[in-house]
């Protein structure tokens, strides 16, 4: 059964509903595995008040029992903490009391750049906020639910992902030659995620201007993934192609606007012997088939497969739409231009999108581990890539 994922909730509903299946059995899970994973998309440097009223946390619904997975759907719960101011906003119920049909905090002021305007017109809704409720980040909370369980099945297979800031707002981050052995222990203990602490003063004061101004921030992470087996994904077809669906699984994150593998965008500007990572023999690295790029300006993919070597992907977020100091639009409601509306919203939310794009990679790596390696039970996959590991063993042994 192929692994998939599906979420459901608005913004400011009773909840998020996260479900995942084709999770084998027997994949030791907690809550607090879970929970951890949310919390860590929680902090941040630059976020709004919302952040200080949710805490979130995992119920889980069905598909774990007694400290394990069990093959069956893993269906999950998140409650919006902040759901008791808008139950009445956002109640399914009709509101008869509704005189022109709009309910209290409608929103005809659409936001540039917010999926607002192109929402309500495909949709063919008169309130923003029937489209934005969904459009919004909050969203992601069910994203690192799934995303959570799958980086507890990869940690039991000897795959590990981490993240760190490497770009805010105009200021670049710079990245260390050799990074940490556990990259989260050391980004997750800063306020934006990066390794560079000079940058990150800056970062913080660049921070401090934007909200002062109204205005929000960009940046960029880099995700990177350790421990995979040579060979996932394939070169076969448009739609096996691991690159491919890292990118797909990456440009959906909100706010997203472009991702790069390895060197990336850099490569086109630089000849063939700049790009390439020259490879030499090394006995002992079974993942990676017994050999070593030299260099890994690839970022850990060839023809579509994961070479072994670590996998680094950047994902770059745009500014957050929702400006305190408005841009100028048209109110639908009137024709009229007029400023957008000013929700609360976060100045900056790029520490909070490093995590959420660790959980995209966990999904995809997850999916094209078991794609592989197959197996109803955790016991099951991690015996079968044993057995191609020891091929690649033999291979070199002949
Ligand atoms: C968001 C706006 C803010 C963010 C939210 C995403 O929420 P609110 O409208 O309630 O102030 O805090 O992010 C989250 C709630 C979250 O959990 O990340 C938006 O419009 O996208």
């Known amino acids: ?38 919390a860590r998309r929680q902090q941040g440097y630059g ?8 805490t ?28 008791k101011n808008w139950s009445e906003i956002m109640d399914p119920a009709p509101l008869a009391a509704d005189a022109d049909g709009l309910r209290k905090r409608h929103v005809t002021r ?9 929402g309500i017109l495909k949709y063919d809704r008169s309130d923003a906020r029937d489209i934005l409720e969904r459009a919004s980040a909050r969203e992601t909370t069910s994203r690192m639910a799934a995303g959570a369980i799958c980086k507890v099945m990869l940690r039991e297979l000897g795959v590990h992902i981490g993240s760190h800031l490497v770009h805010l707002g105009g200021i670049d981050a710079a990245r260390p030659e050799t990074l940490p052995a556990d990259l989260n222990a050391v980004s997750d203990r800063s306020p934006l995620r990066t390794l560079d602490a000079a940058a990150e003063a800056r970062m913080i004061e660049r921070i401090d ?17 350790t421990g995979l087996p040579v060979g996932l994904g394939s070169h076969v077809s448009w739609d096996t192609r691991l690159d491919g669906r890292l990118g797909q699984a990456m440009l959906s994150i909100p706010a997203v606007k472009g991702v790069e593998i390895g060197m990336g965008f850099e490569t086109a500007r630089r000849t063939g012997a700049e790009v390439h990572d020259e490879i030499a023999a090394a006995p002992g690295r079974t993942r990676t088939g017994h050999v070593q790029r030299v260099t890994n300006r690839a970022g850990g993919t060839e023809g579509g497969m994961t070479t072994g070597e670590a996998l680094v992907v950047r994902v770059a977020m745009k500014p957050i739409s929702t400006l305190m100091r408005p841009l ?7 024709g009229q231009s007029a400023q957008a509306v000013a929700e609360r919203s976060d100045v900056t939310a790029v520490p909070a999108m490093g995590v959420i794009a660790e959980a995209m990679a966990a999904f995809v790596l997850a999916s094209a581990m078991l794609e592989k390696f197959g197996g109803d039970s955790l016991r099951e996959t991690q015996r079968n890539l044993d057995a191609y590991l020891a091929r690649l063993d033999e291979r070199v042994e002949r």
């Open 1 to 38: 059964m192929p692994l998939r994922f599906t979420t459901a909730g608005e913004s400011h509903g009773p909840a998020l509903v996260s479900v995942l299946e084709g999770m084998p059995a027997g994949v030791p899970l907690l809550a607090n595995d879970v929970d951890t994973e949310l």
């Open 47 to 54: 976020r709004g008040r919302r952040m200080q009223i949710e």
């Open 56 to 83: 979130d946390r995992i119920e889980f619904l069905s598909g774990v029992r007694a400290g394990e997975t069990l093959g069956s759907p893993v269906a999950m719960l998140v409650r919006n903490r902040d759901w």
């Open 110 to 118: 659409v936001r540039p750049g917010h999926a607002d305007l192109t």
């Open 209 to 225: 201007l934007a909200k002062k101004e109204g205005n929000t921030l960009g940046g960029i992470c880099e995700v990177v993934v």
């Open 328 to 334: 100028g639009t048209v109110d639908v409601a009137t």
